[in-house]
């Protein structure tokens, strides 16, 4: 998904794509899918002090990286993510996690499902989600991530990160796409105000996936953000 947006970045840092436990091909425990839980596999993963640039549950789980492991994490950028989502927003995402735990007979299928489920999103955008997010098994194709740990992420994403937020000492830049349906302009003008000193930007043209939908846009508010605080 952060294909395009590393691709732009690539020239100024060295750039390293992780599938977070519970998706792609990372382990998929039965439990463990706390914000600290995902946290934690961060700082192990990381060698240096690092740019964290995360995009809705990897958003929330930078800034509490941030926060838990400062010494690792030279900056923050949380796209699509904040404090004050609303409890009804968050009981249409786990209504959508668990339509997508289905297999499919067809990549073809595949295709025509994720476009009608994300009609915003480009046909590049289409093509990887459907080539790096699913895997053959006995004939037919499902999604990577468990739906068990699906499940269990969306209870984690109601955990207040209002605290985070007001606590955080590195850096930060929060992202929003200018149509995001999960970050709501109230749950938006909340965070600007709990903390107004944060880095924030809108991102025209987008709503949700806001990386995928805007990759050039999002690359350029990474480079002004990095700059700025150098």
């Known amino acids: 998904?952060?294909?395009?947006?590393?691709?732009?970045?690539?020239s100024r840092f060295r750039i390293v794509c992780i599938d977070q436990r519970g998706h792609g091909r990372?382990?998929?425990?039965?439990?463990?899918?706390?914000?600290?839980?995902?946290?934690?596999?961060?700082?192990k993963l990381v060698e240096e002090k690092t740019l964290l640039i995360g995009h809705s549950l990897g958003a929330r789980n930078a800034l509490v990286a941030g926060i838990r492991y400062p010494?690792?994490?030279?900056?923050?950028?949380?796209?699509?993510?904040?404090?004050?989502i609303e409890r009804e927003v968050f009981d249409a995402l786990e209504a959508r996690v668990d339509a997508g735990a289905r297999d499919f007979f067809s990549m073809d299928e595949i295709k025509s499902y994720l476009k009608s489920r994300y009609p915003r999103l480009p046909a590049?955008?289409?093509?990887?989600?459907?080539?790096?997010?699913?895997?053959?098994?006995?004939?037919?194709?499902?999604?990577?991530?468990?739906p068990e740990a699906m499940r269990e992420t969306c209870?984690?994403?109601r955990e207040d990160l209002a605290a985070t937020v007001t606590s955080i000492k590195v850096p930060v830049l929060l992202l929003r796409g200018e149509d995001s349906?999960?970050?709501s302009p109230e749950a938006w003008a909340r965070t600007?105000?709990?903390r107004p000193d944060i880095a924030a930007r809108e991102i025209a043209g987008a709503d949700h996936y806001v990386p995928e939908e805007q990759p050039a846009a999002v690359a350029a508010a990474v480079l002004d953000f990095w700059d700025s605080i150098q």
Not at 71 to 84: E, R, Y
């Open 124 to 146: 590049d955008a289409i093509e990887r989600r459907a080539r790096h997010g699913y895997e053959q098994v006995d004939g037919r194709w499902r999604p990577l991530a468990a």
């Open 155 to 157: 209870k984690g994403l």
């Open 71 to 84: 010494q690792k994490v030279s900056a923050v950028v949380a796209i699509d993510f904040t404090p004050f």
């Open 26 to 43: 990372a382990p998929k425990p039965k439990s463990g899918y706390s914000a600290a839980d995902y946290a934690r596999d961060i700082a």
């Open 181 to 183: 349906k999960l970050v």
């Open 1 to 10: 998904m952060f294909e395009p947006v590393a691709e732009l970045l690539a």
């Open 192 to 194: 600007r105000s709990l």
